[in-house]
């Protein structure tokens, strides 16, 4: 059996990396859950849950990815933990893509295209403007 290498560097996958991803994981998917219970979406309507969790989502990766740039050094294990894991485990496109089949299904295929189309858009608009505001926080905190 190989290792699998990562990375231009190419250093194996470690142990505490794959767990720091699987815990995140499972923090970012019951929290993604949680919200998905608390606000369901009918059968045929828009599913604003689906849609708000990757939106905030995208601007929470923007936010931590600059912050973990600027960091000197960033722990080894926060871009696997929050990154990859709850951030990846929140943010649920496999969600969007059934989302956007069952409201086909329902006959709302008109509604299924602009689902297919606004959510990617609106996800790397928010990760676009986490980035912008996190930057412009760092900048301002830097002259203090």
């Not at 815990?23 to 009918?42: H, K």
């Not at 923007?62 to 929140?90: I, M, Q």
């Not at 608009?125 to 203090?144: D, E, F, S």
């Amino acid at each position: 059996m190989s290792v699998r290498r990562s990375g231009a560097g190419g250093s194996p996958y470690r142990p505490s990396v794959l767990a720091a991803v699987a815990v995140g994981g499972v923090l970012g998917a019951e929290a993604r859950f949680g919200l998905g219970m608390l606000f369901p979406s009918p059968p045929g309507a828009w599913p604003w849950t689906t849609f708000w969790i990757n939106v905030s989502g995208c601007v929470l990766i923007g936010v931590l990815l600059t912050l973990l740039a600027v960091a000197r050094p960033p722990h080894p294990l926060l871009r696997p933990l929050l990154g990859v894991g709850v951030l990846g485990g929140y943010t649920t496109f496999s969600a969007w893509a059934v989302d956007s089949v069952g409201l086909a299904v329902a006959g709302r295929s008109g509604t299924a295209l602009l689902h297919v189309l606004v959510t990617p858009v609106a996800a790397v608009l928010a990760c676009a403007a986490g980035v912008a505001a996190t930057r412009r926080l760092v900048r301002r905190g830097g002259r203090a």
